[in-house]
Structure formats: C-alpha cells, structure tokens
C-alpha cells in the first residue's frame, strides 16, 4: 500500500499545467460541438457521449446530459485507473468534467436556444452532422495530445495519454480478451449504439446521419494526432 502510494504522488508531479490548458479548451469545444450542432437536432455522438445524448432524449427533463456524462464517465475512468495510470485518470476526469460543465452552461445557464435547433446551423442535418462530428474530433483529438504520458492508453492504432470518452477505457480493458482491436471494439459499440437509437426512435434518418458525426469526428482526430503526413518508420 505503500509502494502505491508512493508511485501514486510520483505520478501526480508529472501533472502540467499546461496540458490542463489544452484539456480545458478541449472540453469546452466538444461541447460546443455536442450543444450547439448535435443535440439540437437529436444527432448523437459516439461513446459515452452519445449514450449520454439518447438517454437524456428518453429519460424524464432533470436527468440532463451533463449529468449522465459525469455518472457514465467518471465511474470508468476509477475503474481503468491501475490500468492507465494517475495522470490518464486525472486529466480524463478534469476533461470530462469541464466537458459536463461546458454542456451545462450552453443549455442551461446561458442565453442561448438550443432546444428546437441550432443556432448556427438551424435544423440542417448535414451541416450539423459534419460540423459537429468536426468539433467533437478536435476536443477529443486534443485530450488525446495532452492527455499526459505517452503510457496511456491504446486507440485507433496510437497510443493516447488521455480520453475525452470511457468507452475508449473499456475498449484497452476487454478489447484483448475479446480477441479485437481497440478500434473494433469502439466501433462495434457506436454501430450498437446506433441500432438501438433506431429501434427507439422508430426512425433510422438520425442514426444514419450519427454515423457521418463520427466518421467526421474519426477524421479529424487522425488529422490533430498525426497531422497531415501519416507516415510512420521503425528502426530494428
């Protein structure tokens, strides 16, 4: 216990303030992405996000968004926390909750409408869609960059420091197990997640549409993590 510790309190001083900069700005564009384009016109997310989103759809008016993100999220950042480390699990937690916070703010607090359309895209599917995809790729494709230590966590075929998302936890967690790729297990469970917003909502126009948010999100996280030139080398 007091090796752990110990290890624990090492860990935490090689937290910068730095990258709590970049994680905060990360979080408050995701949510502009999510508020401000997707929800509006009930296009959802992927992850935890978007399960977030469809069950503030269908659940009674004060369980919000924001607080499903924080009760999804946060429990599966602790449990993947001997896995990941203590600077993935705080900058995740910090992420997520300026993330929540941010979201809260936009539907709640400030004066800004955002409950029949958007405000910048008004009821256009396919603008929504891209641009928020787009938005959402850059807050996650910044948590990614500074997200702390290199020793994160295994996505997409990089290794990242830090997550926008829990469902990326689970994928390192049970993607081995399952004899899969992180980034098969995160897609199996957006296409999942879909179906199931289809079935509900008796209609399969938004899901559609939710699969062109996160192909545009899976984009333009490559591009903030590679940047233009995607070429790798390795020397033996």
């Given amino acids: 216990m007091k090796k752990f510790f110990s290890n624990f309190l090492k860990e935490l001083k090689e937290l910068s303030w730095v990258n709590f900069l ?4 990360a979080g ?3 949510s502009v992405g999510v508020t401000m384009f997707l929800q509006p016109v009930s296009l959802y997310d992927s992850g935890i996000s978007g399960t977030s989103m469809f069950l503030d759809q269908i ?41 929540s916070l941010s979201a809260w703010l936009i539907t709640d607090v400030l004066p800004i409408d955002v409950s029949t359309s958007s405000p910048v895209a008004g ?5 929504c869609a891209m641009f928020g ?24 075929g990089v290794r990242f420091g830090g997550a926008m998302d829990g469902i990326e936890v689970f994928a390192v967690i049970f993607s ?12 199996s469970y957006n296409l999942i997640l879909y179906i199931i917003c289809g079935i509900v909502v008796q209609s399969w126009t938004l899901p559609l549409y939710s699969i062109i948010t996160y192909l545009c999100g899976l984009k333009t ?16």
Avoid: H, W
């Fill in 59 to 99: 659940t009674p008016e004060f369980l919000t968004l924001s607080l499903f993100l924080v009760l999804l999220n946060v429990p599966i950042f602790i449990f993947g926390f001997k896995k990941q480390g203590a600077c993935f699990t705080v900058y995740s937690l910090f992420t997520v909750i300026i993330y």
């Fill in 123 to 127: 009821n256009d599917l396919l603008l």
């Fill in 22 to 25: 970049a994680l905060f700005i």
């Fill in 221 to 236: 996280v490559d591009f903030i993590v590679y940047g233009i030139d995607k070429n790798k080398a390795a020397m033996i």
């Fill in 176 to 187: 081995k197990k399952l004899g899969i790729t992180v980034g098969t297990f995160v897609m």
């Fill in 28 to 30: 408050i564009i995701n």
């Fill in 133 to 156: 995809g787009i938005l959402s790729g850059i807050g996650s494709g910044l948590a990614v960059r500074f997200g702390g230590a290199m020793d994160g966590i295994e996505s997409l």
